[in-house]
């Protein structure tokens, strides 16, 4: 069975701090990972993903994550947190070697203060 | 080009009662897919279908939960009769492929069972 676990519940940083937020996960064959960001009385956005390749991937609104095989991790990343960041994220994770569904966590709130 | 669409975007019915909610998927999507997110919890997969076909039900919770698909393009989950349980946002997503390919959401419904 696939998993993904989000460890924190909340982030809090600065405004202009880099920011990060945690992501690991369990499948058995190649993992398709992707993090969703959803803004307060919206639906999920996509942000990005790693399907094969370069294990830096870069999205929208200037996060980035990497994809870390043998600490099957995929944490999300921004050099420069911004309030409107603020918002709820959620990693998921499909098994990319035959027919899955998307796996997701429990989501991370991430707070940036002025 | 208009997004996925999820009516309505709350709703409170009593314990017995039966809701009916619908999606209207981004033109040309061949997938959709229902999730289900309870307070403060995992949004969980309910079911995928491929154009009207359902593809994977796995994640449906129960016989009281019925999806359906006519002719490829909207789609309705019926919840009868709805229990307490039930309550949680009901979000609808949409993509033209599956493995690889990212799901744009709808803003979801509010379910509130009282």
């Known amino acids: 069975a696939q998993s993904v676990a989000q460890p924190e519940d909340q982030v809090n940083v600065a405004e202009g701090n880099p920011l990060t937020v945690k992501c690991t996960y369990s499948?058995?064959?190649?993992?398709?990972l992707f993090w969703y960001v959803q803004y307060p009385n919206r639906g999920l956005q996509f942000l990005l993903k790693y399907i094969t390749g370069d294990n830096l991937v870069k999205g929208s609104y200037g996060f980035e994550a990497e994809f870390n095989k043998s600490q099957t991790s995929f944490h999300l990343k921004k050099p420069s947190a911004l309030v409107s960041d603020s918002a709820l994220y959620f990693c998921a994770v499909r098994d990319g070697s035959g027919y899955s569904t998307l796996t997701f966590g429990k989501g991370t709130m991430l707070l940036v203060s002025p | 080009e208009a997004g996925v669409t999820q009516f309505p975007s709350h709703s409170v019915i009593e314990k017995g009662q039966t809701v009916t909610l619908r999606c209207d998927p981004i033109s040309g999507h061949d997938n959709l897919y229902w999730y289900r997110r309870v307070m403060g919890k995992e949004i969980k997969f309910l079911l995928h279908f491929v154009k009207e076909s359902k593809q994977d039900e796995s994640g449906m919770p129960n016989n009281r939960f019925l999806a359906e698909r006519t002719g490829g393009t909207y789609s309705t989950l019926k919840v009868q009769p709805a229990e307490l349980e039930d309550s949680g946002v009901y979000f609808c997503?949409?993509?033209?492929?599956?493995?690889?390919?990212?799901?744009?959401f709808g803003q979801g419904t509010r379910l509130t069972v009282v």
């Open positions: 997503a949409s993509s033209q492929g599956h493995r690889g390919t990212e799901a744009f």
């Open positions: 499948v058995s064959g190649n993992p398709y």
